[in-house]
């Protein structure tokens, strides 16, 4: 599987915020953009997952998912940076509006689910929950229809290492099961494991192939 991103487009207004956004991964691989906040990530994920409206193209094997709309809710999930949950209801009940239930209980003893650890409180309410445990349930809902191509908006943003380690366990069986991770990061460790990095700037998209020390990456990333 291969996925190619070309010329995304997009005006607020007199501001562009994109400009001629293009990149690509294949099966297995892993793609982080990185850039300051307010850099354009988040607009160009919600571009890309069909939640904003934009310009460009967005192929998956040949096929432009920008038009397929149909297809692109099969082969994407997303997983925003703040939680898409209902905070009165518990994790099961969050959870079963996008399983069944048969689905729901086998995810739960040795899927996907079991993986992430939600087991451990899906009894839970939403509003009782650490960041991590949104998180973790976020991803579970997104990956509820086996998408081949995952979008993660900052993922281990403000986790505790614990929380980092059960994310980053299942992105590399994502990744390791033939899908693609595209993620916004400014965490070190996942973009240490990144196969190929990108520096969003002023509304253009560059590859990233200097050296990786945060100190490059930083000046990189500033206006200096």
């Known amino acids: 599987m291969e996925i190619k991103v070309e010329n995304i487009k997009k005006s607020f207004g007199k501001r562009k ?6 990149f690509g991964a294949e099966s297995g691989k892993c793609v982080a953009i990185l850039g300051e906040n307010g850099s354009g990530k988040s607009t160009l994920f919600g571009i890309l997952c069909g939640l904003i409206k934009g310009e ?20 994407v999930g997303f997983v925003p940076q703040s939680p898409p949950l209902i905070n009165e209801l518990t994790a099961r009940d ?18 996907v689910l079991r993986m992430l650890g939600i087991h451990d409180f899906y009894k839970t309410s939403v509003n009782k929950m ?3 445990m949104k998180k973790r349930l976020s991803i ?16 281990s943003a403000a986790l505790d290492l614990i929380c980092k380690e059960s994310i980053a366990e299942y992105l590399n069986g994502f990744k390791k099961s033939g899908g693609i991770v ?25 590859p990233y192939t200097d050296s990786r020390s ?4 930083v000046g990189c990333l500033s206006d200096e």
């Open 182 to 206: 595209v993620l916004a990061s400014h965490d070190t460790y996942e973009i240490e494991n990144s196969d190929d990095l990108y520096v969003l700037k002023n509304g253009i998209l560059s």
């Open 130 to 132: 650490s960041g991590g």
């Open 17 to 22: 915020v994109l400009e001629n956004i293009s």
């Open 56 to 75: 460009g193209s967005f192929f998956c094997n040949g096929r432009d998912l920008m038009k397929e709309k149909a297809l692109r809710s099969r082969i």
């Open 140 to 155: 579970g809902c997104a990956v509820s229809h086996k998408p081949k191509v995952l979008f993660l908006d900052e993922p």
């Open 214 to 217: 945060l100190h490059s990456l």
């Open 94 to 111: 969050n959870l079963r509006l996008w399983y069944s239930k048969e689905e729901l209980e086998r995810e739960l003893e040795e899927g």
